[in-house]
């Protein structure tokens, strides 16, 4: 994966575990999804949907450079970032198995990028013999 495609990657995921926060902070804060003009009215919310939107942006530009079986484990780093936001900012309670999911979760990311980074420079090897 190319730096350029890295850090859209990142950008999407960012983006995404962003729109989460937004949208816990919209629903506690008094949008209603069966009210629709409360979610309208409601800053949150639309910064959220607005997060969501510009992460399917980036997404598809990695999706240009990127097979999806690369690409997807990426996303899963969401799984992550957004315990540990909802922790510093909503004060959630983080519970052992939660940290020990999110270590699996890390390092199962870090192990696909690194066997996409081996086939990628197996493939390349390969067409120059």
Known sequence: ???SSA???????????SAQILLRQAAMSGAIPTVPVTLLRNAW????????A???LTWLLVLRKVPLS???PFVALVYVLV?????VLFDDHISMRM???MLLVVLGVTLVAQG???TTAESARMRAE
């Open 1 to 3: 994966m190319s730096s």
């Open 7 to 17: 850090a859209f990657a990142l950008i999407t995921v960012l983006l995404n575990a």
């Open 45 to 52: 919310f639309m910064a959220g949907i607005t997060a969501y």
């Open 54 to 56: 510009f992460s399917v």
């Open 70 to 72: 690369v690409a997807a």
């Open 83 to 87: 315990p540990l936001a909802s922790r």
């Open 99 to 101: 940290w020990l999911g």
């Open 116 to 118: 996409a980074s081996r």
